[in-house]
C-alpha cells in the first residue's frame, strides 16, 4: 500500500525533470525543441506535472532517459516453468464477444 497519490507522484515526476533539465545546464526553450513539445507543455509538466504519457516519454528521451521506461510495468518474473514459456510466446489474438 502506497501513501503516495498520483498527484504526488506527478509531481515528482515533474521535479525531477526540471532537475534533470538544470543538471545539464539545458533552458526550458531547448528542451521544449528537442522533445518537440512546446514551452508551455515543458513549463507545465515541471510544475504539475501533468501532461501525456507522450510528452513524458519525449522529454525523457531529451533528456537521455528515455531507457529508464523500458522496465516501468515489466511482467512480474516467472514462478513456473510453465509461465516462463508463456512469456516467450507470442500473446495469442483474442476476439472480443460481439
Not at 512546446?38 to 506535472?49: I, L
Amino acid at each position: 500500500m502506497s501513501l503516495l497519490t498520483q498527484h504526488d507522484v506527478a509531481r515528482r515526476l515533474g521535479q525531477r525533470v526540471r532537475a534533470l533539465r538544470l543538471r545539464a545546464d539545458m533552458k526550458i526553450e531547448t528542451l521544449a525543441a528537442q522533445a518537440g513539445v512546446s514551452e508551455m507543455t515543458v513549463r507545465r509538466f515541471e510544475t504539475t506535472g501533468r501532461g501525456s504519457v507522450d510528452t513524458l516519454l519525449r522529454l525523457a528521451s531529451a533528456l537521455g532517459r528515455l531507457d529508464e521506461f523500458a522496465e516501468l510495468l515489466a511482467p512480474p518474473p516467472a514462478t513456473s516453468v510453465d509461465e516462463f514459456v508463456a512469456q516467450r510466446e507470442e500473446p495469442r489474438r483474442k476476439r472480443g464477444r460481439r
